[in-house]
């Protein structure tokens, strides 16, 4: 019968192994991309087998799962709750937009990698679908309370990681500019005759 000392530090040495293909593959999906990330790019920047890599996980969706559960479990994505609370929809919008592009800039790197391949690449996208969809249907939800049906329209673009990336990256602005900017637009978009 094995002692207890060595099955407790075999099974550290698993979970070792299984963190560092995790790591590896956060770092691959970050820097290359999922759907450009191989397993065999993930075995080797892990240092261990593709036998060792599949024994840990049978299925590539696993990975994928542990991978963005890795990643929201370092920095999850911002809760709209807290947000509810405030009756004001401009000071609503500014709580919630600051905190989604707060969190579109720490993860900007691996956000634009993982929303790319998910415009083509079936697995990103059921992952993207599973880890980002409820969020942002709360935010959608939370924020848009209050807003005129044209101003729902444009709270979809204020949303988007890619509005954030043109107004922050490409434009310059700074965080705080580019929520008030989207605030503006949101809050003094004119609704049509049809919506009045």
């Known amino acids: 019968m094995a002692r207890p000392y060595t099955l407790k530090r075999r099974a550290d040495q698993q979970a070792d ?3 560092r293909i995790v ?4 770092d691959l999906h970050t820097s290359q991309g999922p759907a450009r990330t191989t397993l065999s ?22 990975l994928h799962l542990a991978c963005s559960a890795l990643s929201l479990e ?3 994505l911002p ?18 937009l600051g905190a989604i592009y707060a969190w579109y800039y720490r993860n900007a790197r ?5 929303l790319r391949d ?8 059921e ?32 949303l988007s990681f890619h509005t954030w990336r043109t107004l922050v990256e490409e434009g310059g602005l700074a965080q705080d500019a580019a929520v008030e900017a989207m605030v503006v637009v949101l809050t003094c978009a004119c609704a049509p005759e049809a919506e009045r």
């Open 110 to 114: 691996l956000a634009a990698s993982v």
């Open 41 to 62: 790019m993930i075995a080797e920047r892990a240092g261990v087998q593709r036998h060792t890599l599949y024994a840990h996980f049978p299925e590539e969706q696993d």
């Open 79 to 96: 809760d709209a709750a807290p947000w509810r609370a405030l009756p004001d929809p401009p000071a609503r919008l500014r709580a919630g």
């Open 127 to 158: 992952i993207v679908d599973l880890r980002f969809g409820p969020c942002r249907a709360a935010w959608q939800e939370t924020l848009a309370e209050g807003l005129a049906p044209s101003q729902r329209a444009l709270l979809l673009l204020a």
């Open 23 to 26: 790591e590896a593959a956060v």
């Open 118 to 125: 998910a415009e083509f690449h079936p697995l990103t996208r």
């Open 17 to 19: 192994t299984r963190r």
């Open 74 to 76: 370092r920095d999850p």
